[in-house]
C-alpha cells in the first residue's frame, strides 16, 4: 500500500527565513506532485516531478525529487508572509494519486 | 468554463437522505479523479476514472458510494443512506494526460454536511 507521510505537519517561521518540508513515500512511484491550499480554498499546483533528480523552481519554491530514497523536498527560500498555506505531496502510481496530511506553513511578518 | 467546476457547493442533508455532487471537467480532459477531505487533513482518494470508464474504485469507502461518468466528460457522486461521518468536502479533479496522468486541476470542492 502507498503511504504519503509528510514533515513537519506545522511549521511556524519567521519572513526571511529559509526552511524546507520534506515528503517520503513508501514505495515506487513514477510522479511526484507538490499542491498549495489556502484556507477555503481549492488545491493549486505547484510542481509535478517526473524523474530522479528533478529538480523545479519557481520563485521563492523549489521542489527536488529522489527516487532511490523516495523522498521529495519543498524548499521555501527568504519566507514571505504570501507563502502561508497548507502544502501538500502527492504521489502516484498506477492509476492512484495519493496525497501526503499536509504541512501546515504558517509565516510570521 | 476555463476550470473544473463543482455543484453544489455546500449541501446540508439529514442522515439517511441520498445525495448527489456533480463535477464538471476542464473540456477535453480525459482523467477525472474524485477525492474526500475532512478538516485538516489531506484529500482522501475515491474513485478514478479514464474515459468513461471506472478505471479505479478502490478508495470508496462502502457500497453506499457510487460513481458514474457516462459521457466521459459530466461525473456524479452519488452517496445514499448519508452519515454524519459522510460530512467533508469532496472535491474533483480532471487531468488532459490519456494513460499515466500529469497535473491535475482541482474545483473548488462540495462541501457535505450531514446532520
Known amino acids: 500500500e502507498l503511504k504519503v507521510e509528510q514533515n513537519p505537519l506545522f511549521l511556524s517561521m519567521q519572513e526571511g527565513k529559509n526552511y524546507t518540508i520534506y515528503c517520503n513515500y513508501s514505495?515506487?512511484?513514477?510522479?511526484l506532485y507538490w499542491y498549495r491550499q489556502d484556507p477555503g480554498k481549492s488545491l493549486e499546483s505547484l510542481f509535478v516531478?517526473?524523474?530522479?533528480?528533478a529538480v523545479k523552481q519557481e520563485g521563492r519554491l523549489m521542489a527536488s525529487l529522489d527516487t532511490k530514497a523516495r523522498l521529495s523536498t519543498l524548499h521555501i527560500t527568504a519566507a514571505v508572509h504570501d507563502l502561508s498555506a497548507t502544502y501538500f505531496c502527492?504521489?502516484?502510481?498506477?492509476?492512484?494519486?495519493?496525497f501526503g496530511k499536509g504541512t501546515r506553513l504558517h509565516i510570521l511578518p | 468554463g476555463a476550470g473544473v467546476s463543482q455543484t453544489p457547493s455546500n449541501k446540508v442533508t439529514e442522515k439517511g437522505k441520498y445525495v448527489e455532487l456533480r463535477c464538471d471537467p476542464i473540456?477535453?480532459?480525459?482523467?477525472l479523479y474524485w477525492y474526500r477531505q475532512s478538516l485538516g487533513q489531506g484529500p482522501e482518494f475515491l474513485i478514478y476514472f479514464q474515459g468513461t470508464g471506472a478505471a479505479d474504485d478502490s478508495g470508496l469507502p462502502n457500497d453506499r458510494f457510487f460513481a458514474v461518468r457516462p459521457e466521459g466528460s459530466v461525473s456524479t457522486l452519488k452517496i445514499q443512506r448519508t452519515e454524519r461521518g459522510d460530512s467533508a468536502v469532496y472535491l474533483c479533479?480532471?487531468?488532459?494526460?490519456?494513460?499515466?496522468?500529469?497535473?491535475?486541476?482541482f474545483g473548488e470542492g462540495s462541501r457535505l454536511t450531514v446532520l
Open positions: 479533479a480532471s487531468s488532459p494526460d490519456a494513460g499515466i496522468p500529469g497535473e491535475l486541476f
Open positions: 516531478l517526473l524523474s530522479n533528480g
Open positions: 502527492a504521489v502516484g502510481r498506477d492509476d492512484k494519486i495519493i
Open positions: 514505495t515506487t512511484s513514477d510522479r
Open positions: 473540456s477535453g480532459h480525459t482523467a
